[in-house]
């Protein structure tokens, strides 16, 4: 399953999965922020969905959902 990507002014969150164990599943968001400066090293921080999932597709599904809470808290 591929990672996507969400964009709101500076900032990129990338949703995607990792299996934590056996048939269980986690969704993760990395968020970064771009400044713009390719020689600035870009922020990023790490978040995981709360919950595990049975199938990948339910985790990829939480992780989107949570890429779309954080971006959508974001003050630009």
Do not use: C, N
């Not at 986690?26 to 790490?46: C, H, I, N, P, W």
């Not at 709360?50 to 779309?68: C, G, I, R, V, Y």
């Amino acid at each position: 399953m591929e990672d996507i990507t969400y964009t709101k002014g500076i900032y990129t969150a990338t949703a995607s999965i990792r299996e934590v164990k056996f048939d269980t599943w986690q969704g993760v968001v990395s968020l970064s922020r771009d400044e713009g400066d390719a020689l600035a090293d870009q922020e990023t921080t790490v978040h995981e969905v709360d919950a595990t999932s049975s199938t990948p597709e339910e985790a990829f599904e939480e992780a989107k959902a949570l890429a779309h809470r954080i971006l959508g808290k974001l003050e630009l």
